[in-house]
């Protein structure tokens, strides 16, 4: 069945930088378009950064745009999201996702991805 699974979350103080991964498995990975979305408490699912499946097209949210890095390694099955320039605001649940940029027009976000990991905690302090 189709896997993904994240890592690489933790605590930091705003203004570090970490590196979640994510290992897919039970699909063609390469051609897939994957995305980071993230939670945070009490908030709505943000979309956060997609990328194509050759690697060579991200998108970014104007959130985290200039902050973040989406990267993968195709040849290993993984996903990448470079996290730098913390900040409080970006304490959220990140999630793997299979799919793109979802449309602005959707009230939900949730159903647009097929595909979802277990997430990985991410907390900046002050």
């Known amino acids: 069945e189709v896997q993904l699974v994240e890592s690489g979350g933790g605590g930091v103080q705003r203004g570090g930088s970490l590196t979640l991964s994510c290992e897919a498995a039970?699909?063609?990975?390469?051609?897939?378009?994957m995305s980071w979305v993230r939670q945070a408490p009490v908030k709505e699912l943000e979309w956060v950064a997609s990328i194509n499946g050759g690697g060579t097209v991200p998108n970014y949210a104007d959130s985290v745009k200039g902050r973040f890095t989406i990267s993968r390694d195709n040849a290993k099955d993984t996903l990448y999201l470079q996290l730098n320039s913390l900040e409080t605001e970006d304490t959220a649940m990140y999630y793997c996702?299979?799919?793109?940029?979802?449309?602005?027009?959707?009230?939900?976000?949730?159903?647009?991805?097929?595909?979802w990991g277990q997430g990985t905690q991410v907390t900046v302090s002050s």
């Open positions: 039970g699909f063609t990975f390469r051609t897939a378009i």
């Open positions: 996702t299979r799919g793109g940029r979802p449309p602005a027009s959707l009230s939900t976000i949730r159903r647009w991805f097929t595909a």
